[in-house]
């Protein structure tokens, strides 16, 4: 058995895919899926603020590709939104404010059902969760796991339309003690306009999530949700497996 450690990466089938927006763009992404078995359930990750070095290899995200498949069954999908560049490449258009990104969340959500990925919730980071309260109300996404969720272009209307969604869809945020810019007790009051919404206030934690404990404890809280057989995870890997 090893430790499972912050550059840890376990097996899992990964390829290189291409998203295709409504207003004619081509999005570099990645879709890691378990090795020997069909995914249980699926994370469609929108990434920090691309102006502030956010992408789909910020860490959170890219730990969740590297280990949630063989941990938990999952399938993860991870791409750059318009303009934003990582080590896959660069995705065609500029960024848009969150306004034009709406077609890139769609076209992530739209590959997650042609490519009949079970179960698709919405993992965003910062940036990505403006994202997904503002344009992922698709019938399609079961959820939303929200982390450090600012608060800044997700409006009151936002936060007021998925509180009368009518299927109650889970809507789950890990508020970090320290965040920059939304701290727990805040979160709660601003939540409260979705009543299904959890806060899940995380101590000595900051916005960026930086420190392996604390990758740890989104992970497992991610994992509790979506694929709750597979709570807690394991922090250590048979490495006879791979």
């Known amino acids: 058995m090893g430790e499972i450690r912050a550059g840890t990466v376990l097996p899992a089938r990964r390829e290189d895919i291409t998203l295709h927006t409504a207003d004619g763009l081509e999005l570099v992404g990645e879709l890691a899926l378990p090795e020997d078995r069909p995914p249980v359930a699926t994370l469609v990750c929108l990434h920090p603020l691309p102006t502030a070095e956010g992408m ?3 860490h959170v995200q890219r730990k969740a590709s590297y280990r949630l498949p063989a941990l938990a069954g999952l399938a993860v999908l991870r791409f750059n939104t318009r303009g934003t560049t990582s080590a896959r490449g660069t995705s065609q258009g500029e960024f848009g404010e969150g306004e034009t990104e709406r077609y890139d969340v769609a076209a992530a959500i739209e590959y997650a059902e042609y490519h009949d990925l079970p179960h698709p919730w919405l993992l965003g980071w910062s940036f990505g969760t403006e994202l997904a309260l503002t344009w992922g109300r698709d019938p399609g996404v079961e959820g939303l796991l929200l982390l450090s969720p600012p608060l800044h272009r997700a ?9 009368a969604d009518p299927d109650g869809r889970p809507v789950v945020a ?13 979160a709660r009051e ?3 306009r979705i009543p299904q919404a959890e806060v899940v206030a995380v101590d000595g934690a900051k916005h960026l999530w930086v420190g392996e404990p604390y990758v740890r404890i989104v992970l497992n809280e991610i994992v509790k949700r979506v694929a709750p ?12 497996d791979g």
Not at 155 to 163: E, H, I, Q, R, T
Not at 174 to 186: H, I, K, Q, S, T
Request: proline residues 10%; glycine residues 2%; without cysteine.
């Open 190 to 192: 601003r939540f409260k």
């Open 56 to 58: 789909m290899d910020s």
């Open 174 to 186: 890990l508020v970090p003690e320290f965040d920059d810019y939304l701290r727990p007790a805040e």
């Open 229 to 240: 057989d597979a709570y807690p995870l394991p922090t250590e890997w048979d490495i006879s």
């Open 155 to 163: 409006s009151d209307a936002d936060l007021d339309a998925w509180g």
